[in-house]
């Protein structure tokens, strides 16, 4: 059982006078669910059984899967095909059964029946990715298989001034949430719109008037602007940061020297005291050996597992981004508080500590900071445990190809303040040793003060035989409410 569920297992005996029927069994449904999981099974004694199911809500049947599956769910955006997802209602449910063909003895049929409710847990996704709809060769479908594949929850498709993916894309997935998104696409830079693509009026804004106007119209009504890749060589952001956005793509596909711009460029922002969301995705346009669905990863944490869930967490900031979404991932929290949350002042005792979790998995050899409006707080680093073998992408790197290969070029030409992950590392690091952390598993403390305006952490792992270290994980704040002075 996981977290927020809870089972209900019931029996019906079918005698053969039932043959041909179609039967209940019925459970009440009280407080918040938002998944519903099936299950049947029945004694096959002899002569063949045959027994059907589907669901019937308050408001009527949901759905009817004959005997072509054993088990079924639905939920409020995600549903079994054959299954309409919508909201749960409290009320009287019932598992249907159909008796088609019962033996002269009868047949048991046990029912499981799991109702999961609300729950705070991270979902990954990719929040930036093209598809036929403007200039990517994935199909929805295809776009959809890779990015569950991948291990994805959710998706936006991003295409370029375009709503039509999104249109396409209704029908709701198994495994898959989707933001409906959009890339305001100019020759003067590009945004992504989520949530409310379609108050992107007109995608051609050339100015920095034109731009204020139409992104301040995009929000009113509703979407949440991030301004994408704002230091990439070939289209930048030109229409300068005077405007009304919520985020910045500070991570844009393989890890890259337009990336350590922009992570640069954000850190200043927040340290003025500016709070920004930090956002990542991939910009996959076609199978690609070094960009993929997923590369980068972003992890939000939500209470329920909708589109509209994601998307107010990621309104909140409780976002985590990721080079994979298997790779290292980072968690701060101080008492109730995470990232994305602001730490109240109530909260902060007369010492004016702040003490700070940091949670650190799946990292081998990855150089962890903590970072404040201060720079470098403190460093560690998470020795890798002989057993883990290399991810595919460290060989990439060394290896050479074409992608990550010319970046590295860049990033060294750029003389990029961390060359190194070992550089960037403070003189305060504490050194956790490898026993600690066999399956990169840890949990690190240290005692954060109120006088910050937030914390921070990045995770980065050197390339096997590059001077270049790569970012593996990064973390939106966790502020500090300011003093009232
Ligand atoms: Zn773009």
């Not at 407080?31 to 096959?44: A, H, K």
């Not at 992104?215 to 890749?229: E, Y």
């Not at 329920?304 to 968690?331: C, K």
């Not at 057993?387 to 060394?398: L, M, N, R, T, Y």
Request: net charge negative.
């Amino acid at each position: 059982m996981e977290k927020g569920q809870r089972r209900l297992t019931m029996h019906r005996r079918i005698g053969k006078d039932e043959e041909r029927s179609y039967l209940e069994v019925p459970f009440h449904l009280e407080g918040r669910v938002e998944r519903i999981d099936v299950s049947y099974r029945y004694e096959q004694s002899g002569a063949e059984a045959v027994v059907d199911i589907g669901l019937c809500s308050p408001d009527g049947i949901v759905g009817w899967s004959g005997g072509a599956r054993a088990s079924f769910f639905v939920g409020t955006e995600l549903a079994t095909p054959g299954y309409l997802a919508r909201p749960i209602i409290e009320g009287e449910w019932a598992v249907l059964l159909g008796a088609y063909k019962i033996p002269a003895d009868g047949t048991m049929v046990t029912v499981d029946v799991v109702l999961t409710e609300p729950h705070e847990r991270w979902m990954k996704g990719d929040l930036h990715m093209h598809s036929v709809h403007s200039d990517g060769r994935y199909t929805i479908e295809s776009a959809k298989a890779s990015c569950a594949a991948r291990g994805l929850d959710f998706m936006a498709l991003t295409d370029h001034n375009t709503l039509s993916q999104n249109q396409s894309a209704l029908v709701p997935d198994e495994r898959l949430l989707l933001l409906p998104g959009v890339e305001l696409t100019s020759y003067f830079g590009h945004a992504n719109v989520y949530g409310a693509p379609e108050a992107l009026r007109d995608f051609r804004v050339t100015t920095p008037e034109g731009a204020k106007a139409e992104l301040g119209d995009i929000r009113a009504k509703g979407g949440f602007v991030s301004l994408n890749h704002p230091f990439c060589p070939s289209c930048p952001w030109e229409l300068g940061f005077d405007l009304p956005y919520d985020a910045i793509e500070v991570w844009n596909g393989p890890w890259r020297a337009l990336n350590e711009h922009a992570v640069a460029w954000w850190q200043e922002q927040l340290a003025a005291g500016r709070r920004l969301i930090a956002l990542g995705g991939s910009d996959t346009h076609a199978e690609d050996r070094f960009v993929k669905h997923g590369r980068p990863t972003a992890a939000v944490r939500t209470d329920t597992g909708t589109a509209q869930g994601v998307l107010d967490s990621i309104r909140r900031g409780r976002v985590v981004l990721s080079f994979d979404p298997d790779e290292t991932f980072l968690n701060l929290t101080s008492g109730a508080y995470g990232v994305g949350d602001q730490m109240p002042r109530a909260e902060i005792d007369g010492t004016g500590a702040i003490p700070l979790v940091i949670d650190v998995e799946g990292a081998r050899g990855d150089h962890v900071t903590l970072w404040s409006d201060r720079g470098i707080e403190a460093a560690w680093h998470i020795a890798a445990s002989a057993e883990v073998p290399a991810k595919a992408w460290e060989a990439d790197v060394s290896d050479g190809g074409w992608v990550v290969q010319r970046e590295i070029a860049a990033l060294r030409e750029l003389g990029a303040p961390a060359m190194t992950a070992a550089a960037a590392m403070g003189t305060s690091a504490v050194h956790v040793p490898a026993a600690e952390a066999p399956d990169g598993r840890v949990r690190l403390r240290f005692e954060g003060k109120a006088d910050r305006l937030f914390y921070r952490l990045e995770a980065r792992r050197d390339g096997a035989s590059t001077a270049q270290s790569v970012m593996t994980c990064l973390t939106n704040p966790l502020y500090i409410e300011r003093e009232v002075e």
